[in-house]
């Protein structure tokens, strides 16, 4: 659900609850550095006061003496705020980061399975690392702007009324004005450009693992011509956007430059009809020459949070996306003793994929479902590991009612391998690990040997320790499918589901595949969905699926 930009800002300063203090600190030396830094001309002007007999208000040895005085607290609390703005930037990052990594983990893999996977992408790097621009340079400086300018509006007050409130005028039309302005003319510019730049990640991801399909079919061309557009159309939007922090950064000048002189003459004037000394006429001016920059900082605030808001809105609306299974806790531990599907009926959307299904999955054996592409063989098997909800009917583990299990204990009792066994830049051992992270290295070469794995990594110059995944030593389809068992192994549930674990490979690597389940049918269940019948040849008991019905 799309939120408006207050309510994503809000949201996002929530966030800093745990972190308050530091950013009070940071609000501190911010002060204290814009104070310091807008004094220097200040005590400049009171010492040429004092050269000239003026009555300043410090003598001149006094101002000498604070001039350096001043420049070191502008250096020191400048680095230090800098430091601590940051601090709390990236610290807050890594937490954005934990939400939206455990928001992943809650929705994987139902709601996932839908999304671009180039803008997923550019979401959890590009978008989360935009919000940085909040916490670093947004929150803070609102605060600085807000305190600084409040005591230089009382400080030109103390000469006369009517400076100060020219004073006032002048910070509220930069750093509130402004900046409002042109976030209103900016409309959804900001959203847009975070999501054509998703877009094009998601082109760029696509085309890439394309590539090969596009030389083959002499598609170059055209695939470029859409980066190129998609590209184009981006820097159009950019480009915009830039030209709008143009024309903020020329209408802030602007605005300085017409409020000094607007200063300078109401000084003259004052100073002529006696209402204000030689020092009421110099010190205003200066003053407020000195103290733009925090309002300057407010200005840039109508175009860079732009990006910032569309990036926030994005990350916190992945956030909230509420899962298709929520966890379960709570329940008292079960064993696995066999599986059900009772009159089972499951739709994606209006789209019926299965419709009054019920089987039985033994505590040992092998049990095949067959079937066309399609009919819903891979579904039930999701519907097994409760990654959707039926809509009708019930999924039962040891005769307990699937929603009435923990899902650690759910995960515990099954083994899921997909048809694509997936590959982490790691090493062997550790890519077998993942199915079972405390493994060791005697329990990870038994899964592997179980699963006709053991001898070809043995004979790597590297063996367990070496390192596979992209850019690194390639495996055949039958060595990453055989991988995929050994984890399913190693994780040592009661129940293994296999979705077309044969249907890339040749016959020899599929023999090897059949024998290492074969051998493994009675320790544990086996459930087989493939359409090839020379893999359900090992099945005791093969169900048959067209049109999501069983047979």
Not at 57 to 77: D, E, G, N
Not at 134 to 153: D, G, K, N, Q, R
Not at 315 to 331: F, K, N, R
Not at 355 to 369: A, K, Q, W
Request: proline residues 3%; neutral net charge.
């Amino acid at each position: 659900m799309k939120q408006n930009k207050i309510t994503v800002l809000l949201r996002m300063l929530k966030l800093v609850k745990p972190l308050r203090w530091f950013m009070a600190l940071a609000v501190v030396l911010g002060t204290l550095g814009f104070l310091a830094a807008q004094m220097i001309p200040v005590f400049g002007v009171w010492g040429i006061l004092a050269v000239l007999g003026e009555g300043a208000p410090f003598a001149l040895k006094t101002i000498m003496i604070f001039l350096p005085v001043l420049a070191a607290v502008r250096s020191v609390c400048r680095f230090s705020e800098q430091r601590t703005n940051h601090y709390i930037a990236f610290t807050l990052l890594a937490i954005v980061r934990d939400r939206v990594f455990q928001a992943l983990r809650r929705l994987c893999p139902a709601k996932l399975e839908g999304r671009d996977s180039g803008d997923l992408v550019s979401l959890i790097t590009s978008d989360v690392e935009l919000m940085e621009v909040f916490y670093a340079h947004t929150i803070s400086p609102i605060c600085i702007a807000l305190v600084t300018e409040t005591i230089m509006v009382l400080f030109i007050s103390h000469y006369h009324p009517l400076q100060g409130l020219l004073a006032l005028c002048a910070y509220l039309c930069i750093g509130i004005l402004l900046p409002a302005w042109i976030s209103k003319r900016s409309g959804t510019l900001g959203d847009d450009l975070r999501r054509k730049s998703g877009e094009l990640a998601s082109h760029m991801l696509e085309s890439i693992r394309g590539i090969d399909t596009t030389l083959q079919y002499h598609d170059g061309e055209h695939r470029l011509k859409e980066i190129s557009d998609r590209t184009l159309q981006l820097s159009e939007d950019q480009g915009e956007l830039n030209r709008l922090s143009g024309t903020n950064a020329a209408l802030a000048n602007t605005l300085i430059l017409i409020f000094n002189l607007l200063m300078l003459v109401l000084s003259v004037h004052l100073y002529r009809n006696g209402y204000v000394t030689f020092e009421g006429f110099l010190i205003p001016l200066a003053a407020l020459m000195s103290s733009y920059g925090p309002v300057s900082a407010l200005a840039a605030l109508g175009t860079t949070l732009q990006n910032t808001t569309a990036a926030g809105s994005r990350v916190l609306a992945l956030v909230d996306e509420e899962p298709e299974t929520e966890e379960i806790s709570g329940y008292p531990e079960v064993i696995w003793n066999g599986a059900s599907a009772e009159h089972v009926t499951f739709s994606y959307g209006s789209e019926t994929v299965l419709r009054d299904v019920s089987l039985e999955i033994p505590v040992h054996g092998i049990t095949g479902i067959s079937g066309k592409s399609g009919s819903g063989k891979s579904t039930l098997l999701k519907l097994l590991m409760r990654f959707w909800k039926t809509k009708a009917g019930n999924i039962k583990i040891s005769d307990t009612e699937i929603e009435k299990i923990n899902t650690g204990n759910l995960r515990n009792m099954e083994g899921y391998m997909t048809q694509e066994t997936v590959l982490f830049k790691d090493t062997i051992a550790n890519n077998v690990r993942i199915g079972k992270l405390d493994a060791s290295q005697e329990e990870v070469e038994d899964a592997c040997r179980r699963a006709s794995l053991h001898e070809f990594i043995a004979s790597l110059p590297q063996g367990y320790e070496t390192v596979i995944g992209e850019g690194t030593v390639t495996l055949s389809g039958g060595e990453k499918q055989r991988l995929g068992l050994a984890r399913a192994f190693l994780h040592d549930a009661g129940l293994i589901l296999l979705d077309e674990p044969t249907s890339n490979l040749d016959s020899l690597n599929e023999a090897i595949v059949l024998k290492a389940l074969y051998q493994e049918k009675e320790k544990k269940s086996i459930v087989i969905v493939s359409h090839r019948q020379s893999t359900m040849r090992i099945a005791d008991t093969v169900y048959s699926m067209d049109q999501g019905r069983i047979s």
